[in-house]
């Protein structure tokens, strides 16, 4: 019917076009509205937010330029708390890699419990952060603790929230809790890791260890760089373990970024203040996640084939 | 980027801005009398505070409040984070709630935000408590719970070491070593902060072998702004004060013997290492399992160490006396109007009634301690701390300054001293660096 009507066959063709469009439109009107609300309205607010003279004590929220920004350098409490941040989250995010992926090659192979195992090894993940503050508040308590008092019955007498010793704590127990996170997503990653790879490998003689490095380790790329993302854009906001233990203290030695932008919003009363160095975090971070990104979005199987 | 995605970001952009401005529109406006009946929404924190006035609401609106029309909706947060939501509610001018959980800490930094209790009858309260809570010369919090400290101590230790004459030789020795002179051990009652340091000493097996407890104390070390309030004490008992004639005084003698004392304690052990995450509750512990022979802790402390069921390692062993030094932190916890409450009116009803000696009598009953000196005395069977608290409060109570910045001034300090208080910094240092801060507070 649209033989020598060239407009009509056009026609014909855009009217399927326009029905997906409107239909994926309407399909994700939630997720707009989730975003705007949730993501781009607080983004917005909190921007403007960082360059008024918003306190407690003067809730005009004068315009006020840079000067929230220029006051976070004032003192050392804001380099200092990134200062730590950062060397903190290198390092536990590193541990939790490592273990994590230790961890997900040894589960990765049949044996017996391993369902009763693999539950155990998910419980620390499905703690709220503050609720495991809390527990191990009570459970590494010198006086009331089990902890302590086990360690008491072996002969050894430890104090866990001494200063020298308040660190490697928070450390470890970071390490206990977001382990089995990214044990989860590296090992769900071996799950789908195409077998034939490794038989290929196995043919060629390759050894375990020549594998896992030449094969195992390139195909997992983007869920390992997945996992790292995670627990890194974690690891910078941790707050609440860490305050619930020892807010921030002694003085300032374990004040994260989280610990210090709360402290000026809701101790000093200064929001102004908060919201700049909540800002500044964003801009500092946001580079990376196309990097990040990038890689994740990867096959892994680059010349592989 | 193509023409779909810009306009795609444009709308939404502009929806962002949009809503950003209906939110400022939707809250933010002044507050309103309203119709003086229905419902008041109250703030408060868990605990023994909360849960006497939770029972209290309760009386209320099954009796007194049918009368007025009025039924209060009280919310329980969290004992942490009571404050910093209501900060948050404040800062976004809410009508939300009615009534905010306050206290005389942080009323000066608030007060913007809440209405001044102009026309309260104040007479029955301690006037310490209302002194607190005014900013300005106004009244922006009714009292409700007053809080102090006293030396909580193991009253059977203290006994054997006074009837024992080998005992009372070692201390007199142990105490030449710590303070340069001996001294004879004496009744806690009377003791200053020498007596303080050598029976911290005297009590730990670091110093004295033979001590029938670990330490001999435990510290409140922990970077917050409660222990801020404790350690206030010992600077207050050598003199001190944050401020001298409107200059910040910590840069003293008095406050740098404050703050070695702390440091002389926890590099000696004879307190506890854990003392540098130390607040009320691990107090409570270290007292409850006897490892400690004493310790400065907040009155509402002593009901549960003499509870048989909560404390059965020293519950009638656990006796009061003033804070060695005899200078006691007082702050009251108060309720306050907010400004941009709906239904002011009603709210002021329900203050009212709060501000009755019955009103207090129902709390004092339910668990709470009162800031009313003749509610105390005649509820003091309930709680054998209440006469202590009263004479306690009247005898060596002080107040820290009110200003705007008090609030965050607790807060710096501790962030500050800390570090000094468990040996971690020169005492020199965090002196100074705690003075500079509190000077630029008190600057506003």
């Given at each position: 019917?649209?033989?020598?009507?060239?407009?009509?066959?056009?026609?014909?063709?855009?009217r399927?076009?326009?029905?997906?469009?409107?239909?994926?439109?309407?399909?994700?009107?939630?997720?707009?509205?989730?975003?705007?609300?949730?993501?781009?309205?607080?983004?917005?607010?909190?921007?403007?937010?960082?360059?008024?003279?918003?306190?407690?004590?003067?809730p005009?929220?004068?315009?006020?330029?840079?000067?929230?920004?220029?006051?976070?350098?004032?003192?050392?409490?804001?380099?200092?708390?990134?200062?730590?941040?950062?060397?903190y989250?290198?390092?536990?995010?590193?541990?939790?890699?490592?273990?994590?992926?230790?961890?997900?090659?040894?589960?990765?192979?049949?044996?017996?419990g391993?369902?009763?195992?693999?539950?155990?090894?998910?419980?620390?993940?499905?703690?709220?952060?503050?609720l495991?503050?809390?527990?191990?508040?009570?459970?590494?308590?010198?006086d009331?603790?089990?902890?302590?008092?086990?360690?008491h019955?072996?002969?050894?007498?430890v104090?866990?929230?001494?200063?020298?010793?308040?660190?490697?704590?928070?450390?470890?127990?970071?390490?206990?809790?977001?382990?089995?996170?990214?044990?989860?997503?590296?090992?769900?990653?071996?799950?789908?890791?195409p077998?034939?790879?490794?038989?290929?490998?196995?043919?060629?003689?390759?050894?375990?260890?020549?594998?896992?490095?030449?094969?195992?380790?390139?195909?997992l790329?983007p869920?390992?760089?997945?996992?790292?993302?995670?627990?890194?854009?974690?690891?910078l906001?941790?707050?609440?373990?860490?305050?619930?233990?020892?807010?921030?203290?002694p003085?300032?030695?374990?004040?994260?970024?989280?610990?210090?932008?709360?402290?000026?919003?809701?101790?000093?009363?200064?929001?102004?203040k908060?919201?700049?160095?909540?800002?500044?975090?964003?801009?500092?971070?946001?580079?990376?996640v196309?990097?990040?990104?990038?890689?994740?979005?990867?096959?892994?199987?680059?010349?592989?084939? | 980027m193509?023409?779909?995605?810009?306009?795609?970001?444009?709308?939404?952009?502009?929806?962002?801005?949009?809503?950003?401005?209906?939110?400022?529109?939707?809250?933010?406006?002044?507050?309103?009398?309203?119709?003086?009946?229905?419902?008041?929404?109250?703030?408060?924190?868990?605990?023994?505070?909360?849960?006497?006035?939770?029972?209290?609401?309760?009386?209320?609106?099954?009796?007194?409040?049918?009368?007025?029309?009025?039924?209060v909706?009280?919310?329980?947060?969290?004992?942490?984070?009571?404050?910093?939501?209501?900060?948050?509610l404040?800062?976004?001018?809410?009508?939300?709630?009615?009534?905010?959980?306050?206290?005389?800490?942080?009323?000066g930094?608030?007060?913007p935000?809440?209405?001044a209790?102009?026309?309260?009858?104040?007479?029955?309260?301690?006037?310490?408590?209302?002194?607190?809570?005014?900013?300005?010369?106004?009244?922006?919090?009714?009292p409700?719970?007053?809080?102090?400290?006293f030396?909580?101590?193991?009253?059977?230790?203290?006994?054997?070491?006074?009837?024992?004459?080998a005992?009372k030789?070692?201390y007199?020795?142990?105490?030449?070593?710590?303070?340069?002179?001996?001294?004879?051990?004496?009744?806690?009652?009377?003791?200053?902060?020498?007596?303080?340091?050598?029976?911290?000493?005297?009590?730990?097996?670091?110093?004295?072998?033979?001590?029938?407890?670990?330490?001999?104390?435990?510290?409140?070390?922990?970077?917050?702004?409660?222990n801020?309030?404790?350690?206030?004490?010992?600077?207050?008992g050598?003199?001190?004060?944050?401020?001298?004639?409107?200059?910040?005084?910590?840069?003293?003698?008095?406050?740098?013997?404050?703050?070695?004392?702390?440091?002389?304690?926890?590099?000696?052990?004879?307190?506890?290492?854990d003392?540098?995450?130390?607040?009320?509750?691990?107090?409570?512990?270290?007292?409850?399992?006897?490892n400690?022979?004493?310790?400065?802790?907040?009155?509402?402390?002593?009901?549960?160490?003499?509870?048989p069921?909560?404390?059965?390692?020293?519950?009638?062993?656990?006796?009061?006396a003033?804070?060695?030094?005899?200078?006691?932190?007082?702050?009251?916890?108060?309720?306050?109007l907010?400004?941009?409450?709906?239904?002011?009116?009603?709210?002021?009803?329900?203050l009212?009634?709060?501000?009755?000696?019955?009103?207090?009598?129902?709390?004092?009953?339910?668990?709470?301690?009162?800031?009313?000196?003749?509610?105390?005395?005649?509820?003091?069977?309930i709680?054998?701390?209440?006469?202590?608290?009263?004479?306690?409060?009247?005898k060596?109570?002080?107040s820290?300054?009110?200003?705007?910045?008090?609030?965050?001034?607790?807060?710096?300090l501790?962030?500050?001293l800390?570090?000094?208080?468990?040996?971690?910094?020169?005492?020199?240092d965090?002196?100074?660096?705690?003075?500079?801060?509190?000077?630029?507070?008190?600057?506003?």
């Amino acid at each position: 019917m649209t033989k020598g009507r060239p407009e009509l066959a056009a026609a014909n063709k855009k009217r399927p076009k326009r029905k997906n469009t409107a239909a994926a439109a309407l399909l994700s009107l939630p997720l707009l509205a989730f975003a705007l609300i949730f993501v781009a309205y607080p983004l917005v607010s909190g921007i403007l937010t960082a360059f008024q003279a918003k306190t407690l004590l003067d809730p005009s929220a004068a315009f006020n330029g840079i000067d929230n920004f220029t006051a976070l350098f004032k003192g050392p409490g804001f380099a200092k708390s990134a200062g730590f941040t950062v060397t903190y989250s290198a390092i536990v995010v590193t541990l939790e890699m490592i273990l994590g992926f230790g961890l997900a090659l040894l589960v990765n192979r049949k044996f017996p419990g391993k369902k009763a195992f693999f539950t155990m090894l998910l419980l620390p993940i499905m703690v709220a952060p503050a609720l495991l503050g809390v527990m191990f508040r009570l459970l590494l308590n010198g006086d009331i603790g089990a902890v302590p008092a086990l360690l008491h019955g072996m002969g050894m007498s430890v104090s866990l929230f001494a200063p020298d010793s308040v660190i490697p704590l928070l450390v470890v127990l970071d390490v206990l809790q977001w382990t089995p996170f990214t044990f989860l997503i590296i090992y769900a990653g071996l799950q789908s890791f195409p077998e034939e790879l490794l038989e290929a490998t196995a043919i060629d003689g390759a050894g375990y260890f020549r594998s896992l490095w030449s094969v195992v380790l390139p195909v997992l790329k983007p869920v390992l760089f997945a996992a790292f993302f995670l627990r890194a854009i974690d690891a910078l906001r941790t707050f609440d373990v860490i305050y619930v233990l020892t807010a921030g203290g002694p003085g300032t030695s374990t004040t994260t970024l989280s610990i210090y932008i709360y402290k000026a919003a809701f101790e000093s009363g200064d929001f102004g203040k908060a919201a700049a160095a909540s800002l500044l975090v964003l801009v500092v971070l946001l580079p990376f996640v196309p990097f990040i990104v990038k890689r994740i979005a990867s096959t892994g199987l680059e010349g592989k084939k | 980027m193509d023409r779909r995605s810009f306009c795609a970001l444009g709308v939404a952009s502009l929806t962002a801005a949009m809503l950003a401005g209906c939110s400022t529109a939707s809250s933010g406006s002044a507050g309103a009398d309203g119709p003086g009946t229905g419902t008041v929404k109250m703030v408060a924190w868990p605990g023994p505070e909360g849960d006497a006035m939770a029972k209290v609401v309760k009386a209320y609106n099954g009796g007194q409040g049918k009368q007025d029309g009025i039924t209060v909706d009280l919310v329980l947060l969290s004992r942490q984070d009571t404050f910093s939501k209501e900060s948050a509610l404040m800062a976004s001018k809410s009508d939300n709630q009615d009534i905010y959980w306050t206290a005389s800490y942080n009323v000066g930094q608030y007060a913007p935000s809440l209405d001044a209790l102009d026309g309260t009858d104040t007479s029955n309260y301690f006037p310490v408590a209302v002194d607190g809570l005014k900013y300005k010369g106004k009244l922006y919090g009714l009292p409700l719970d007053v809080s102090n400290h006293f030396l909580l101590y193991r009253k059977d230790l203290i006994d054997a070491l006074l009837a024992d004459s080998a005992a009372k030789a070692d201390y007199e020795q142990i105490s030449k070593t710590v303070l340069g002179t001996a001294r004879a051990p004496k009744d806690p009652q009377s003791w200053d902060l020498d007596d303080f340091k050598a029976m911290s000493a005297y009590f730990s097996k670091s110093a004295n072998p033979k001590s029938p407890t670990q330490y001999g104390t435990i510290l409140q070390a922990k970077n917050l702004l409660y222990n801020t309030m404790i350690w206030n004490d010992v600077l207050w008992g050598y003199g001190g004060n944050w401020q001298v004639d409107g200059k910040a005084g910590l840069d003293s003698d008095a406050g740098k013997k404050a703050v070695q004392l702390y440091a002389d304690i926890y590099k000696n052990k004879w307190t506890t290492p854990d003392s540098s995450q130390a607040e009320f509750p691990e107090t409570q512990a270290a007292l409850q399992s006897g490892n400690v022979a004493f310790a400065i802790q907040w009155s509402a402390a002593f009901a549960s160490l003499n509870d048989p069921k909560q404390s059965p390692a020293v519950a009638g062993k656990i006796a009061i006396a003033p804070v060695p030094g005899g200078k006691t932190h007082v702050h009251a916890l108060s309720v306050s109007l907010n400004k941009y409450s709906k239904n002011k009116a009603a709210a002021k009803k329900w203050l009212g009634y709060l501000a009755t000696p019955a009103a207090m009598t129902e709390y004092a009953q339910s668990g709470g301690i009162p800031a009313m000196p003749e509610v105390l005395a005649a509820q003091k069977a309930i709680n054998p701390a209440y006469a202590q608290v009263s004479s306690s409060i009247a005898k060596n109570g002080y107040s820290e300054p009110v200003f705007p910045k008090t609030f965050e001034a607790y807060s710096k300090l501790a962030e500050d001293l800390s570090g000094a208080w468990v040996g971690q910094t020169p005492v020199n240092d965090a002196v100074k660096t705690a003075n500079t801060d509190l000077q630029a507070l008190l600057d506003g």
